[in-house]
């Protein structure tokens, strides 16, 4: 089955700028979706289609798809964006949908 | 605005069933694929299955093939996961998610909205 890896965790002072890695193989060839999840609460959709981002969703956010990793970037980061992100990816092998393990953003 | 209101968890012992639902509103419901996805104890999002607009199209994660079954009733705006021989290792909380593309099936999809999830605890 499809695997993808992300850190477990990231931490980055207010105002400076997370980055949050998503590596799979040949991941470049999928679609890559990231979702904030904030404690108690539901997922969010920041992220879709490598670098698109949905309406409500600060400019701040961004995605990238390239090599083997894709990446969320989050510039300036505020204490609010402290969460857990995860990527997620369809796996044409499996006919399945798949989440990176998440990676936990703590804002120092 | 798009709603999405699970309920059906609970508390359930090992070898046993039980149905989960999830109410919809705000959206032409079934113009739409449907998931469910899961978050257990100390773990990562897993999905769990999908539906297609019109159910001519479901998959399952591995993990819960034979044993879930995920249905739809779009007069209704409503959606089922049916749950048996349930594990421990199935507790979680378990959330109804909205495909973002008209029409489709339930494959190269992601998650444009979710509902607050409920709750399914399997203990003996």
């Known amino acids: 089955s499809y695997v993808l890896t992300q850190p477990p965790s990231v931490s980055v002072a207010p105002g400076q700028t997370a980055r949050i890695t998503c590596g799979g193989n040949h991941i470049e060839s999928k679609h890559v979706h990231w979702y904030q999840q904030q404690p108690g609460q539901a997922p969010v959709l920041v992220i879709y289609?490598?670098?698109d981002r949905p309406s409500g969703i600060p400019e701040r956010f961004s995605g990238s798809n390239s090599g083997s990793t894709a990446t969320l970037t989050i510039n300036r980061v505020e204490a609010g964006d402290e969460a857990d992100y995860y990527c997620?990816?369809?796996?044409?092998?499996?006919?399945?949908?798949?989440f990176g393990g998440g990676t936990k953003l703590t804002v120092l | 605005e798009v709603q999405l209101v699970e309920s059906g968890g609970g508390l359930v012992q090992p070898g046993r069933s039980m149905r989960l639902f999830c109410g919809a509103s705000?959206?032409?419901?079934?113009?739409?694929?449907m998931h469910w996805v899961r978050h257990g104890p100390g773990k990562g999002l897993e999905w769990v299955a999908g539906?297609?607009?019109?159910?001519?199209?479901?998959g399952y994660a591995d993990s819960v093939k034979g044993r879930f079954t995920i249905y739809r009733d779009n007069a209704r705006n409503s959606l089922y996961l049916q749950m048996s021989s349930l594990r421990v290792d199935d507790t979680a909380l378990y959330y109804c998610?909205?495909?973002?593309?008209?029409?489709?099936?339930?494959?190269?999809?992601?998650?444009?909205?979710w509902g607050q999830g409920t709750m399914v605890i399997v203990s003996s």
């Open positions: 997620q990816v369809w796996d044409t092998a499996t006919d399945h949908l798949v």
């Open positions: 539906i297609s607009w019109n159910s001519g199209s479901i």
């Open positions: 705000g959206f032409t419901f079934g113009d739409y694929a």
């Open positions: 998610a909205k495909s973002p593309t008209l029409r489709a099936g339930y494959r190269n999809d992601w998650f444009e909205s």
């Open positions: 289609y490598d670098t």
